[in-house]
């Protein structure tokens, strides 16, 4: 099962546009104990996030992983913030999307504890029960 910093490539994911490529996402909790995964949307597409540094950029609503920084990704790549995305384990497992999705690498773990702490500037976006599965001590 996916565990927290891990990157999930989507293969054939359909865009709200009804085109459909793959997508990457960002796993935010532990898997095995929970029936759902979190994860947050990236992008590489740069448009609505320019003037970003490197690391968290709360005003913009993203993590900006520049090229270079992380092994994880091939382009400069935007988490978008606080938007988080549920897919129910056992879907992972045996459902549609099982042979559409697969652990393609992972954030190192200093980049993914900044990343969680640019989340918690956003702790009113997130719903109670995301901020328990994410943030448990």
């Known amino acids: 099962m996916p565990q927290p910093g891990q ?3 989507y293969k054939d994911y359909k865009f709200d546009d009804h085109s459909k490529k793959e997508k990457l996402f960002v796993v935010l909790n532990d898997t095995d104990r929970n029936s759902v995964c979190l994860v947050l949307k990236t992008t590489s597409k740069s448009r609505r996030y ?4 490197k690391g968290c950029n709360p005003q913009k609503k993203v993590f900006f992983v520049p090229t270079g ?3 994880c ?3 400069d790549t935007y988490i978008q913030l606080p938007e988080i995305t549920e897919i129910a384990t056992e879907t992972l497992l045996v459902g549609e999307i099982s042979r559409k999705i697969y652990v393609s690498s992972s954030l190192s773990i200093e980049c993914f504890r900044l990343l969680k702490n640019c989340l918690k500037q956003f702790k009113q976006d997130i719903a109670a029960q995301h901020w328990k599965l994410i943030f448990k001590s």
């Open 73 to 75: 990704f091939t382009l």
């Open 50 to 53: 320019e003037g970003v540094e």
């Open 69 to 71: 920084w992380e092994q």
């Open 7 to 9: 990157i999930l490539c």
